[in-house]
């Protein structure tokens, strides 16, 4: 069974950086669309990036303007979201979700994912 964990929120001031990963294990990434998704407090939950199984096609949400670069090794099975010029409206827990029917281009539909990791908090703050 796919178990994905989030790791490397934290806290950090406006114009910061951080990299989040989300590490699957129990089941290889190249079989799964990978998503990374946000919930900023008093909103719904909203799609930041995705990558196709194989890697090569991505997608982002909006907002995003350029601020993050999604990837995927999956020698290490694991996805990478670097984030730059963080900003407090940026704040919020960050999941990672997995889709299996490994759509192109992938898509950032919530209800495409099936598989989900419980989070990690990024908190912008001066």
């Known amino acids: 069974q796919l178990q994905l964990v989030e790791s490397g929120g934290g806290v950090v001031q406006p114009g910061g950086s951080l990299r989040l990963s989300c590490t699957a294990s129990?089941?290889?990434?190249?079989?799964?669309?990978i998503g990374w998704f946000r919930q900023t407090p008093g909103n719904e939950r909203e799609g930041v990036a995705c990558i196709s199984s194989n890697g090569v096609r991505t997608k982002y949400g909006d907002f995003v303007q350029g601020r993050v670069t999604i990837s995927k090794d999956n020698t290490k099975n694991t996805i990478y979201l670097p984030m730059n010029n963080l900003k407090p409206e940026d704040t919020g827990i960050y999941y990672c979700a997995a889709d299996q029917t490994m759509h192109i281009p992938p898509l950032l539909l919530e209800s495409m994912y099936g598989d989900w990791g419980q989070g990690t908090q990024v908190t912008v703050s001066s």
């Open positions: 129990g089941v290889s990434l190249r079989f799964y669309t």
